[in-house]
């Protein structure tokens, strides 16, 4: 694990933290809310979609402002 997580890069390590953070909120919000039954389905279909939309969106992001600092020192 510790190899895996040094060989990530600083885009890719956000991603991974702020996706796992959305997911454990997904799954906190499922477990105090009525809005939907709490099933597996439901918490596999809330980690999947909350914790990889967030995952995605911060990695594009922290990718973009990475790029934008390496054209800048160039």
């Known amino acids: 694990m510790r190899r895996f ?23 906190a919000g499922l477990a105090a809310g009525n809005l939907a039954p709490l099933t597996a389905r439901s918490l596999f279909l809330g980690v999947l979609l909350g914790g990889g939309s ?11 402002a990475a790029d934008a600092m390496a054209n800048e020192e160039e």
Not at 10 to 15: A, D, F, K, L
Not at 20 to 26: K, N, P, S, V, Y
């Open 54 to 64: 967030w995952g995605v969106v911060s990695w594009a992001i922290a990718s973009a």
């Open 5 to 27: 997580w040094g060989r990530l890069g600083g885009p890719g390590r956000i991603g991974l933290v702020v996706g796992l953070i959305g997911a454990l909120l997904t799954v």
